[in-house]
């Protein structure tokens, strides 16, 4: 693909925008900083006055509800952090939709979490809503529902989430604003860091920076950027990481000013559905199979047959997203299973052309069809590095 920002940029019709916490944080880290949001507001109005449609994930909840409870900058337990969320949430849209408004603009709040997205029909059903909200001119505001979420609050991120939302609203371009210019070769702090302006290769350095780790402000930071961008370059879309508190920035970056980083998308790409199973979901159980069976997956384009199953692990229904592993624990690949769990225990170690016999149904005589299936990285051991 072209590397012309200026060219990248006029090729976008739908954009997700993630602003972090610190982005939007005030002096010392307390509370909002209302001359922030109002900012981004603006900037964000810009990019819809070119015909882009935008879709904004947004940090900020938590933030704005600590100072509100009174609580300090020192960690709270999950309870806190949740209720400084419930209390935080309700400010942070207060003040997008005042200054939204300023520039006559339209705002609609949409709170997920990974289990809403890891249903197939719960995906699709919020791929609508957006839709909808998009069509009738609101910017969606997106954040993890951090009053209900628990893995999400301490585990999870907005990085991840809005990841996930550039499949979910089919856009052609992530921009990541945070508080770092973008994406360095070393940690910036170390004063020898030089910043990367072009990435062509996010596997690599996503092996090199390592897992994410929670930030001061936020939950995200450098090494979660990059996981995000991996997961969105498989999916065959570019990201721009860049420096939120830049004056303009997002104007400047529709006008291909070289600002942050550019991440180009891989080589090797997925396509919706197989995006989905990938990184958007989570298994509701796992079929362990022998080593003939893995290496004849691993080989590529076979489907999972009962003959190669074992075990049956958890209770799954028909229809949804389990795990194939090995039984040393090695996770081979993901997929939709054509059966479930109880069925699936009744047919393993049979031919497939055994099963309508075994169930008393005609069916498929696969469990998991090759077309309903992601292989695991085979260096991280996860689904195409997740």
């Known amino acids: ?68 409870l009174g609580l300090n900058a020192g960690p709270c337990s999950l ?35 990974g289990s809403g997205l890891s249903a197939r029909a719960r995906f699709n059903n919020a791929r609508q809503t957006l839709r909808v909200l998009i069509e009738r001119g609101f910017v969606p505001i997106i954040n993890e529902n ?66 994410p780790k929670p930030s001061m402000t936020g939950r995200g930071g450098i090494a979660s950027k990059v996981a995000s961008a991996k997961i969105v370059a498989r999916y065959g879309v570019p990201t721009v990481v860049a420096h939120g508190r830049e004056p303009d920035v997002l104007r400047r970056l529709f006008d291909g000013e070289d600002l942050g980083t550019l991440v180009l998308p891989a080589t090797e790409q997925l396509g919706s559905r197989k995006h989905w199973i990938a990184f958007g979901s989570r298994p509701n159980g796992a079929l362990v199979i022998d080593q003939g069976a893995a290496s004849a997956l691993r ?45 699936c225990a009744k047919v393993m170690g049979h031919a497939g052309s055994e099963i309508e016999a075994l169930l008393g149904v005609s069916g498929a005589d696969e469990l998991v069809h090759v077309d309903n299936m992601v292989l695991s990285d085979p260096i991280e051991d996860r689904p195409n590095g997740v």
Do not use: H
């Not at 200026?6 to 010392?28: C, F, N, P, Y």
């Not at 209302?34 to 994930?57: H, Y």
């Not at 893995?151 to 992530?174: F, P, R, S």
């Not at 958890?314 to 109880?342: D, H, M, P, W």
């Open 299 to 343: 080989r590529g384009g076979t489907s999972l047959l009962p003959r190669g199953v074992i075990e049956v692990r958890g209770s799954f229904k028909a229809g949804e997203l389990i795990a194939i592993v090995e039984q040393c624990g090695t996770e081979v690949g993901r997929g939709v299973a054509n059966y479930s769990g109880e069925q």
């Open 79 to 113: 309870a806190e952090t949740q209720a400084a969320a419930a209390v935080g949430q309700s400010a942070l849209m207060q003040a997008y939709e005042r200054y939204f408004a300023t520039w006559n603009g339209k705002v609609a709040q949409v709170l997920l979490t």
């Open 1 to 68: 693909m072209t590397l012309d920002r200026r060219e990248l940029m006029s090729q976008t019709r739908t954009v997700v925008i993630k602003v972090g916490s610190g982005v939007l944080a005030d002096a010392d880290n307390s509370g909002l900083s209302m001359a922030r949001v109002a900012e981004l507001a603006r900037d964000v109005q810009g990019v819809r006055s070119r015909n882009v449609r935008v879709v904004l994930v947004s940090s900020g909840a938590i933030l704005a509800g600590r100072g509100r």
């Open 146 to 211: 951090d009053t209900v979420a628990t893995e999400e609050i301490t585990c999870g991120d907005n990085d991840k989430l809005a990841a996930l939302v550039v499949n979910l609203v089919e856009a052609d371009l992530l921009v990541m604003l945070s508080v770092e210019q973008g994406i360095f070769d070393a940690d910036p702090r170390g004063g020898d860091a030089k910043l990367l302006p072009l990435i062509r290769d996010i596997d690599e350095l996503a092996k090199r920076v390592g897992e």
